[in-house]
């Protein structure tokens, strides 16, 4: 069946540094990716997502990289900030016509001061 | 920034008691999603509505769970006899093309 998994459960970071949280999908097929951002007690939150058809795709301090040879993504963060500490999702947005998401476990984020 | 609403933000209940959670999506979308996510787990997809109808569900959704939307703003969960692995944080979702809008959930505890 269709899993999206995360490397690494926790990220420790000092404040200013560059992150990157990495997730791996297991749909070939797939061709739309998501990344959320979840702080405690709140809803995921959309960040940035990515077709298929691109390779990067920048943001405000954000970028995503999809290497869908070895199906794996990839979020960077340039200069975290403790505002950034968060549990971080990837999401395969394409299962169906339903946008229905598949879920990787989530990346927790902890940005030292 | 127009966002999904949900209501109420805590829910206590006794196991075999019906519950339903509410959700207000945003009101030019035309998909709603319920999802969930367990105490440290990865969220979980329960179903999706779409022309006012199920388009999807998945194993956790059994006959226990339905949806609805008695309105055109109002979009609900109802667990009709909750049972203790039903604690969870619930989220409801909305989009129009791409991307989902989540709200900032309801985190039920059945006693």
């Known amino acids: 069946g269709e899993s999206v998994g995360l490397h690494l459960p926790t990220l420790s970071v000092q404040e200013g540094d560059n992150s990157i949280i990495n997730c791996a999908y297991s749909?070939?097929?797939?061709?739309?990716f998501i990344w959320y951002k979840q702080e405690s007690g709140k809803g995921p939150q959309f960040i940035i997502d990515?077709?298929?058809n691109m390779d990067k795709r920048q943001g405000q301090r954000v970028t995503v990289l999809l290497n869908k040879t070895v199906k794996h993504l990839s979020l960077q963060i340039a200069a975290t900030q403790p505002g950034d500490s968060a549990v971080y999702f990837c999401?395969?947005?394409?299962?169906?016509?339903?946008?229905?998401?598949?879920w990787g476990l989530g990346t927790s984020l902890a940005v030292n001061p | 920034e127009p966002e999904v609403t949900q209501t109420p933000s805590h829910q206590v209940t006794q196991m075999g008691q019906e519950v339903i959670l509410r959700c207000v999506p945003i009101?030019?979308?035309?998909?709603f999603y319920w999802y969930r996510q367990i105490l440290g787990q990865k969220v979980e997809f329960l179903v999706s509505?779409?022309?006012?109808?199920?388009?999807?569900k998945s194993e956790i959704f059994d006959d226990q769970f339905s949806v609805e939307r008695p309105d055109g703003s109002n979009f609900t969960l109802k667990i009709r006899s909750t049972k203790l692995e039903d604690s969870a944080m619930y989220f409801c979702?909305?989009?129009?093309?791409?991307?989902?809008?989540f709200g900032s959930g309801t985190q039920l505890s059945v006693l």
């Open positions: 999401a395969d947005a394409n299962a169906g016509n339903n946008r229905k998401l598949i």
């Open positions: 749909n070939s097929a797939s061709d739309y």
């Open positions: 990515i077709r298929s």
């Open positions: 009101s030019n979308h035309l998909y």
């Open positions: 509505f779409y022309n006012n109808e199920i388009s999807e």
């Open positions: 979702a909305s989009s129009e093309i791409g991307k989902l809008f």
